[in-house]
C-alpha cells in the first residue's frame, strides 16, 4: 500500500514536470525576437539595443538566419532609431522574409524617434561658377550612367532653371508659354512656332534643355527633350512626338522649358549639363552647407518581391519617412498614358499578402508614394501620410505585357473580347486603403492622381476614409480593368488642378464580366465628400464655357471637370450618400457608350457651374432617385440629359434653385423642366427647399421638416467622412 502511494506521488510529480515543460515548450514557441538598427550601428554587432545592426537589409538578413535555422518562434521586431538612412538601391524583401499570421515580421521606428529612408546623396566639391552660382563635376553624369530632374537644398526640393521662370505666387498658373502654331503636319508633329518675344535669351545648348507641357486637350503631360531651336522663326524642334501618339500638340498648349543654364537667374535654380557632367545651382542661403545639396540615385527604397505563386507575407511597416527618390517620369512610362509608371514607388508591394504599411510619411518623391503591383491581397494602406510626391500617391498596377492593357472602344459590347482581355490582368482582392492623407501629387508627372487603380481585376479592394486634395489629376481614379471597388468615406477637394476631363472620382473602360463570380459584381461608391473638382485645359476653343479664365484668357480654369464621373460603360454602378458641392460639369457624370443599370441615389448635389447633374445620353436601365439638388447660378442647368431609353428612372428628387430661376434642362426641348416632366420623369420629385442646417459653412443635415426626408431620403452622417484621427487641411 506505502509502494502504491509512493508510486502516484512519483506520477504526480512526473506529471507536474510535464506540465511545466509544456508551458515553458510554449514559452519559447511564442517567444519575441527583437532586433535594432542605428545609424552609428554595425553590421557586424548582434543586432541587440547596446549593439545595433547599421542597415535594414542586415536585419533582414538575420531574420533570414533565423528562419534557416528554426530558430524563429514568435514575432520578430525590428526595431530602427532615429536619422537618415541613405540607400543606393532598395532593399529588397521576397518570399523568404515572409512572417506568418502568428508570427508577423515588423519593421518600425524607435519609440518616440524618426527614421528617415532617403533615396539621395550628398553633392560636395562645389566651386564657384559665377556671381552667385557654384559648380559641381559628377563623373557618372558624363558617362550617361546618372540623370535626375531632382535637387534637394535643406531637403526642400528647387527649381530646375526654366523659361518662363516659376511663379511663387500663381504655381499652377504661371509661368507658362504658348504654342502659337504646329508646323509639322505629320500625324504626332514634333516641331512647333512659340509666340513672338516668348524667350529673351539665346541658348549655348538647347539640346540638354526638356520642354514640359500638357499637349492636346490638356488630359495628361509629358516632357520632352529639344533637338534643335531656330530663334530666327520662332521654332522648337523635339525629339519626339508627344505620348501617346494620338494626342498631338495643339496650338494653345501650355509649355516651358527647363534645364537652361542661361536661365539660372535666381536663387535655388539649378541645371545639368550631361555633356559635360557639370551641376550648376545658386544657393538660395548664399552659400553650401555640407549635408545641405542632395540628389536622388534610386527611384525605389523599399521593395517586397514576391511571385504569384510565392508571395511575400505578414510583413508590416510603421513609423518610417521615406523621401528623395529619383524620378521614373518620362522614362519608365507606359504605353497606355492612364497607368502609372511601370515603376517608382517609395514602398512598392509586388505579389504580396496580408502586409501593412501604416503611420509613415512619404514626401518629396520623384514617383509614387505606395504601389500594391500584381497579384496583391488583403494587404492595409493605413494612416499614412503622402504629400509632394512626383507621381501617384497611392497606385494599383500591373506591370503586364507592354501595349496589352489597353481596353480599346471596339470591346465595350464585346463581351468574348473582354474576357480575354480580363486574363492579362491580375486578380487584386481584398486590400484596404484607409484612412491616408494625400496631397500635392504629381509634382514631376503632372497627371498624379491621389490614388489610383489601374489594369486589373479587383475583387472588394475597398478604399475608405481618406483625405486627398490639391492633385492635377482625379482624386480617386479607378481605370482600365474589371471587377468591383468600393469608394466610401473619403473627403475629396481641390483636384483636378492642371487637367481637363476629369473627376474628384473618376471611373473609366473598367467593366464587369457576367460570367465570373468574382468580377460580375459593379462599384460602389458611397458616403464620400467630393468638392471643388476645378479642371483646366489650354487649346483653340473651350468646349463649354470658363467663367475664371488665366494668362489673359489662354488658360481655362474652373473647366471640364465632374464631381463623380463614369466615363465609358459604367455597369451595375451604384452611387449613394454622396456630398458633391462646388464643381464644374456636374457633381455626377455616368457618360453614354454603354452606361447600364447604374443606380444614382440618396445623394447630394450643389453649386456646379454649369449643370448639377450629368445624366447619360445612351445606355439603358439607370435610375436617379431621392436626391437632393441645390444651387443657386441663374445661368447654370438643372439637368443635361437627352431622349432615349437611357433612364429607366428619375424621381423622387428636391430640386431648389436658390435665387428662383426657372429650372433648366439641357437637351430637352426649349430646355424645359416641365417637357422633362411630360416625358415621364420626375413626377413626385418636389421643387422646394431641402432644408439644411446650414449649407453656408458645410453643414449638410437636414432639418426634421425637410422635403427630402418626406421623400424617403435617409440622413448621411458625415462624421464618418473623410480619416477617422486628422483634421482637415
Not at 520632352?224 to 521654332?235: F, P, V, W, Y
Not at 479587383?458 to 480593368?481: F, M, Y
Not at 437627352?642 to 434653385?657: L, T
Request: with cysteine; net charge neutral; hydrophobic share 35%.
Amino acid at each position: 500500500m506505502k509502494q502504491t502511494r509512493i508510486v502516484s506521488r512519483l506520477v504526480v510529480i512526473w506529471l507536474m514536470f510535464v506540465l511545466l515543460a509544456c508551458e515553458l515548450s510554449a514559452a519559447v514557441e511564442s517567444t519575441q525576437t527583437d532586433f535594432y538598427v542605428a545609424n552609428n550601428g554595425n553590421d557586424n554587432h548582434p543586432g541587440t539595443r547596446k549593439e545595433p545592426f547599421k542597415t535594414l537589409a542586415r536585419a533582414r538578413d538575420a531574420i533570414r538566419t533565423l528562419k534557416k535555422n528554426a530558430q524563429l518562434t514568435g514575432p520578430v521586431t525590428v526595431m530602427v532609431r532615429g536619422g537618415t538612412y541613405r540607400l543606393q538601391e532598395p532593399v529588397v524583401f521576397t518570399a523568404e522574409d515572409s512572417g506568418t499570421n502568428e508570427r508577423p515580421i515588423r519593421y518600425t521606428a524607435y519609440p518616440g524617434e524618426e527614421p528617415v529612408f532617403s533615396g539621395a546623396r550628398e553633392i560636395t566639391g562645389w566651386k564657384l561658377y559665377q556671381g552667385k552660382i557654384v559648380q559641381s563635376f559628377l563623373q557618372e553624369v558624363k558617362d550617361g550612367s546618372w540623370s535626375f530632374r531632382q535637387l534637394f537644398s535643406a531637403g526642400e526640393r528647387q527649381i530646375r532653371a526654366r523659361y518662363p521662370n516659376f511663379d511663387p505666387q500663381d504655381p499652377r498658373y504661371g509661368g507658362w508659354a504658348f504654342i502659337e502654331q504646329v508646323t509639322d503636319e505629320s500625324k504626332n508633329p514634333r516641331v512647333f512656332r512659340y509666340e513672338n518675344q516668348t524667350f529673351p535669351r539665346s541658348w549655348a545648348k538647347p539640346q540638354q534643355a526638356e520642354v514640359v507641357m500638357f499637349p492636346w486637350y490638356g488630359w495628361v503631360n509629358d516632357i520632352t527633350a529639344i533637338t534643335k531651336m531656330d530663334r530666327s522663326r520662332n521654332i522648337i524642334h523635339l525629339a519626339r512626338g508627344v505620348k501617346p501618339d494620338f494626342m498631338s500638340l495643339l496650338a494653345g498648349n501650355r509649355f516651358y522649358v527647363s534645364n537652361v543654364l542661361e536661365e539660372l537667374d535666381q536663387p535655388g535654380e539649378w541645371c545639368l549639363d550631361q555633356q559635360t557632367g557639370t551641376l550648376y545651382f545658386w544657393p538660395p542661403n548664399g552659400s553650401v552647407k555640407s549635408g545641405q545639396v542632395t540628389v536622388p540615385v534610386t527611384d525605389q527604397l523599399l521593395l517586397f518581391s514576391g511571385t504569384a505563386t510565392d508571395p511575400v507575407e505578414y510583413i508590416q511597416l510603421s513609423g518610417f519617412t521615406f523621401t528623395q527618390t529619383l524620378s521614373p517620369w518620362p522614362e519608365q512610362r507606359h504605353p497606355n498614358f492612364h497607368a502609372p509608371t511601370y515603376q517608382g514607388a517609395a514602398v512598392t508591394l509586388e505579389n504580396a499578402e496580408h502586409c501593412h504599411i501604416g503611420g509613415n510619411v512619404f514626401r518629396k518623391l520623384g514617383g509614387d508614394g505606395v504601389r500594391l503591383q500584381d497579384a496583391c491581397a488583403f494587404n492595409t494602406i493605413a494612416g499614412n501620410t503622402i504629400a509632394d510626391v512626383g507621381g501617384q500617391g497611392i497606385s494599383f498596377a500591373t506591370t503586364g505585357e507592354p501595349g496589352r492593357e489597353y481596353l480599346c472602344g471596339p470591346s465595350w459590347k464585346d463581351s468574348e473580347k473582354l474576357r480575354q482581355q480580363s486574363k492579362w490582368f491580375p486578380r487584386v482582392t481584398g486590400n484596404l486603403v484607409s484612412n491616408n492623407h494625400v496631397h500635392h501629387t504629381g509634382q514631376i508627372e503632372g497627371h498624379g492622381a491621389g490614388i489610383m487603380v489601374w489594369g486589373l481585376n479587383s475583387v472588394e479592394n475597398v478604399i475608405s476614409r481618406n483625405l486627398v486634395h490639391h492633385t492635377p489629376h482625379a482624386g480617386i481614379t479607378v481605370q482600365d480593368g474589371f471587377g468591383r471597388v468600393i469608394i466610401e468615406y473619403n473627403k475629396i477637394h481641390d483636384v483636378c488642378l492642371e487637367l481637363a476631363d476629369n473627376g474628384g472620382i473618376f471611373f473609366n473602360r473598367w467593366f464587369v464580366i457576367e460570367q465570373d463570380d468574382d468580377l460580375k459584381k459593379g462599384n460602389i461608391v458611397r458616403y464620400n465628400l467630393v468638392r471643388d473638382v476645378v479642371g483646366c485645359g489650354a487649346y483653340g476653343k473651350p468646349r463649354t464655357p470658363v467663367e475664371n479664365p488665366k494668362a489673359g484668357g489662354k488658360i481655362w480654369t474652373p473647366y471640364f471637370t465632374w464631381g463623380i464621373y463614369f466615363d465609358n460603360s459604367p455597369i451595375n454602378a451604384s452611387v449613394y450618400g454622396n456630398i458633391c458641392v462646388g464643381n464644374t460639369l456636374g457633381g455626377i457624370f455616368f457618360s453614354g457608350m454603354a452606361a447600364k443599370d447604374v443606380v444614382v441615389e440618396n445623394n447630394i448635389f450643389a453649386e456646379s457651374t454649369v449643370q448639377q447633374m450629368d445624366l447619360p445620353r445612351g445606355g439603358k436601365g439607370n435610375r436617379i432617385r431621392r436626391n437632393i439638388v441645390y444651387y443657386s447660378s441663374p445661368r447654370a442647368a438643372l439637368l443635361k440629359t437627352s431622349k432615349g431609353e437611357s433612364i429607366a428612372e428619375c424621381d423622387f428628387n428636391v430640386y431648389f434653385q436658390t435665387a428662383g430661376a426657372k429650372l433648366k434642362v439641357t437637351g430637352i426641348e426649349n430646355d424645359s423642366f416641365l417637357k422633362w416632366r411630360e416625358m415621364g420623369f420626375d413626377i413626385h420629385s418636389k421643387v422646394a427647399d431641402p432644408m439644411f442646417m446650414d449649407f453656408e459653412n458645410g453643414d449638410y443635415r437636414l432639418k426634421a421638416d425637410s422635403p427630402a426626408l418626406a421623400l424617403g431620403f435617409k440622413p448621411i452622417d458625415t462624421s464618418r467622412i473623410g480619416p477617422s484621427d486628422r483634421k482637415e487641411e
